[in-house]
């Protein structure tokens, strides 16, 4: 028998991250501030799970400056777009074969 | 059973995450119900003056209407008392807009002034700063005419535009601005009901099917 969750990505696994990447999929691009204020998180959290994300080369990262100030850009990249569609078509097959 | 939940919440995380981050989705009915109330209140004091100015004018043909250096239309146009009823309307129905939505995004938890406001705020002022300068050279010149329908037309322009970075029910607002406008392009003189009728009660009735769909349940 198939099993129904291999294809549940298991980067995607915690709310965060997930709130990371959805985000990220309908921006082009979301400074750090800006997901620290949509997700209500703090600094450390934040950029440890982008962290992770950034490992699994789901997203792109941008170091610039405004002024002095750091101001660091992410962005999906090609494969955390195929990954995240891939997930919610998993999730989706899920919720469809146990109803 | 369990699982199933998760999921479905994991997919509605998913959902709120993509609209919150892309549209500004705090915008609140009551705005739009308080706007339309200042609007009407505006439009009913003002209404004795434009009468005034409209007996003497009820005669003329639109064409002078529209063009006429008339020294009475000018001074009560420009005199003060029309501009200053037209400023306080305007800024009365902002604070109350704002007011409400900032009520709004405080309960909802989400950010005023966020990379999604400031999208809407850029793109609904692009089109509104253009319309502006168009209306003042339009006062200059003495049209006075065409005001009305001016300011029908252009703010609907930026609702429009604007609806692509909020709720998607703008858009109709703004079409119905638009139209509003157009048809007040041929009955020049009948400006102040066009007017009521555009920026007041267009905005309470968007404002209360606005309230009814989205903030009566909370």
């Not at chain 1, 028998?1 to 979301?30: A, C, Q, W, Y």
């Not at chain 2, 706007?35 to 505006?42: D, Q, R, S």
């Not at chain 2, 006429?68 to 146009?77: A, P, Q, S, T």
């Not at chain 2, 999208?119 to 065409?146: C, D, E, H, K, S």
């Amino acid at each position: 028998m198939k099993n129904p969750i291999e294809h549940l990505n298991k980067s995607f696994d915690n709310r965060i991250r997930l709130g990371i990447m959805s985000t990220l999929m309908v921006n082009d691009e979301v400074s750090f501030n800006e997901l620290k204020e949509l997700l209500n998180i703090t600094d450390g959290n934040l950029a440890s799970h982008l962290k992770g994300l950034e490992e699994s080369g789901f997203i792109r990262v941008q170091k610039g400056f405004i002024g002095r100030k750091t101001n660091t850009t992410y962005a999906a990249s090609k494969a955390g777009e195929k990954a995240f569609k891939a997930h919610l078509a998993a999730l989706e097959e899920m919720i469809r074969s146990s109803k | 059973m369990n699982t199933e939940n998760t999921h479905l919440e994991a997919l509605q995380d998913i959902k709120q995450m993509m609209e919150r981050s892309s549209r500004f989705i705090s915008l609140s009915g009551l705005s739009g119900i308080a706007a339309g109330t200042c609007a009407l209140i505006g439009a009913a004091v003002a209404y004795p003056i434009v009468n005034r100015s409209h007996l003497n004018t009820a005669e003329r043909n639109p064409a002078e209407l529209i063009s006429y250096n008339h020294e009475f239309l000018i001074k009560d146009y420009t005199g003060s008392s029309l501009f200053t009823i037209a400023v306080c309307t305007l800024l009365a129905a902002i604070c109350f807009a704002f007011l409400f939505t900032y009520l709004r995004s405080k309960k909802t938890n989400t950010p005023i002034w966020s990379a999604s406001s400031r999208r809407l705020t850029l793109n609904v002022m692009l089109p509104l700063v253009a319309g502006g300068i168009y209306l003042f050279r339009l006062l200059q010149i003495g049209t006075y005419g065409l005001i009305a329908p001016g300011c029908l037309i252009f703010y609907g322009l930026a609702l429009l535009n604007a609806s692509k970075y909020t709720l998607r029910e703008v858009r109709y607002l703004g079409i119905c601005e638009i139209i509003l406008g157009i048809i007040n392009l041929w009955v020049i003189g009948n400006g102040i009901y066009f007017w009521a009728f555009g920026f007041g009660i267009l905005h309470i009735l968007y404002g209360i099917v606005m309230w009814w769909k989205y903030e009566r349940k909370q």
